[in-house]
């Protein structure tokens, strides 16, 4: 694992990559609107953390958890928030709203994850923070989106995947439908995000207009469900749980073994015939009852023939054993649990796990899968504390001093 300690050199120093000089603030809470802005930030976007100071994004309490007492700080909101300055700002407060405005005047890009409505009750909806910036990207995620009857119900990672379609397809056909396993609802948001966010800064690099970029969760589920929404337009299927199964290859799918579970995808012609050489079986490749894709296909030809000859082949040995069998020429691999994956050697040559070193411990976790070849993004940084680098980013972009900032605190503005 690679290990990046903090260092005295001051965070704004440190930071490069393809998107060195852009300037994002985050009034972000939880996964969805972190995680866009993390993105951004791993790539050498400046991003500035803007919470309450009396409630700040509440996933600081979610575990697990290094260190203790004053040092405890939560692994779940370090790996959100790494790369990030973090700053207090009070949007009830007037003081406080007029600083959002100085800075959104400074500013390329702000994400925020409110419900639709909630910074125009502040009186920094995008309308207003425009009039200050005209080529401010100005991303919102939400649950339901900006516009439409369902626009301002509250949403959760759970809603998306019930109201995108998803949650009702995934599962095993005889039973209750079953939530993705994990928060697919925002990080499918969190990608759309990230996506329009350089779109809109890609335009406003060239006409100097910036943009509001609108994601919800529901239309990003909605995005993920492959060919549900054709299969219903065009021939009126509903689509539902298949299991491990899939809708129109087979064999593809999960397959128990002597120690657990692969996924084998030996499905077209040239596949098959692969597998039935290497697992010893060559006649197979000639018998005129599964001799052709499609009729390997047909649930009952499947079920009875060749569901059975592909658990023969795997039951008596490992995982290990048959992705030794299958090499680089048959789609199978392991079905891997999170310990095997965090120690898998190519995982390890990819960097998709660091190390990153707090006072109060160290954190272990996902690296980024952009790999950029001249400016390759940098997945090892410090999320910050509460306000931690509140001087450093008043005094810099606003020319704030400590004796206004130390007033502006006890007003309640910061």
């Not at 549900?228 to 290859?249: Q, R, S």
């Not at 299958?326 to 891997?336: N, R």
């Not at 660091?354 to 390759?376: E, H, N, Q, R």
Request: proline share 6%.
């Amino acid at each position: 694992m690679n290990t990046h300690e903090a260092g005295d050199v001051p965070v704004t120093a440190r930071r490069h990559g393809p998107l060195h000089g852009l300037l994002v603030l985050d009034i972000t809470r939880v996964v969805a609107g972190p995680y866009c802005s993390m993105i951004l930030a791993d790539l050498g976007a400046r991003v500035i953390k803007i919470e309450h100071p009396e409630d700040p994004d509440y996933v600081r309490d979610f575990p697990p958890f290094i260190g203790n007492g004053d040092e405890r700080f939560s692994a779940f909101f370090a790996r959100y928030n790494r790369h990030k300055e973090g700053i207090t700002l009070n949007l009830k407060h007037e003081a406080g709203r007029a600083l959002l405005k100085q800075l959104a005047a400074r500013a390329d890009v702000l994400v925020e994850n409110f419900r639709p409505g909630t910074m125009q009750r502040f009186g920094v909806g995008y309308e207003t923070l425009r009039a200050e910036n005209p080529k401010l990207v100005y991303a919102s995620i939400s649950g339901f989106g900006q516009t439409g009857p369902n626009a301002l119900k509250p949403g959760f990672d759970n809603s998306g995947q019930a109201t995108g379609g998803l949650w009702s397809m995934n599962g095993f056909p005889d039973r209750a439908p079953v939530r993705v396993g994990t928060i697919v609802g925002d990080v499918s948001a969190t990608l759309f995000a990230t996506i329009g966010v350089l779109a809109a800064v890609r335009e406003a690099e060239r006409t100097g207009q910036g943009q509001m970029v609108d994601v919800s969760q529901q239309d990003s589920v909605l995005a993920l469900t492959e060919n549900a929404v054709v299969k219903y337009t065009v021939d009126g299927d509903t689509a539902g749980p298949l299991g491990n199964d899939h809708p129109f290859v087979r064999p593809y799918g999960q397959f128990p073994c002597k120690d657990g579970h692969v996924f084998f995808g030996g499905y077209n012609d040239k596949l098959w015939a692969l597998s039935c050489r290497k697992f010893g079986t060559p006649e197979l490749v000639t018998d005129p009852e599964i001799d052709t894709m499609a009729k390997r296909f047909d649930l009952s030809v499947y079920e009875r023939r060749v569901k059975p000859i592909v658990e023969a082949w795997f039951q008596d040995r490992t995982k290990h054993e048959l992705e030794a069998i299958a090499g680089d020429d048959i789609p199978l691999c392991a079905v891997k649990n999170i310990k095997e994956v965090v120690e898998d050697p190519h995982i390890a040559a990819r960097n998709m796990i660091v190390d990153v070193a707090y006072a109060a411990g160290k954190v272990g976790m996902f690296g980024t899968p952009i790999k950029l070849s001249a400016t390759p993004a940098d997945p090892r940084g410090h999320a910050p504390r509460l306000g931690q680098h509140n001087h450093e980013v008043y005094a810099e972009l606003l020319g704030l001093d400590a004796d206004a900032l130390d007033e502006l605190k006890k007003t309640g503005a910061v």
